[in-house]
């Protein structure tokens, strides 16, 4: 397993997702592959490629989803 230098990217490896602040989550790929699967096919981002990054910030207001590849993205949502 990849080690990556932010205690938040190496928690959403471990957990469902992290929450960086109210209504804004970071999620692992793998988490977001699997949970997608179970949106509904009108969902805007049921056929989006997760695999293209290794994390995943979404908000509950849509903006989004946003690829993270390592803790200098993180930080644009910190």
């Known amino acids: 397993m990849k080690r990556y230098n932010s205690p938040k ?27 997608q699967k179970d949106w509904d096919n009108d969902d805007p981002s049921k056929n989006f490629d997760f695999t293209a990054a290794p994390f995943w910030v ?14 200098e993205d993180l930080s644009e949502y910190l």
């Open 58 to 71: 979404t908000t509950n207001d849509g903006r989004g989803p946003f690829a993270v590849y390592d803790s």
């Open 9 to 35: 990217l190496a928690e959403a490896l471990t957990i469902e997702y992290v929450e960086l602040s109210a209504g804004v989550y970071l999620s692992c790929a793998e988490n977001m592959i699997c949970e």
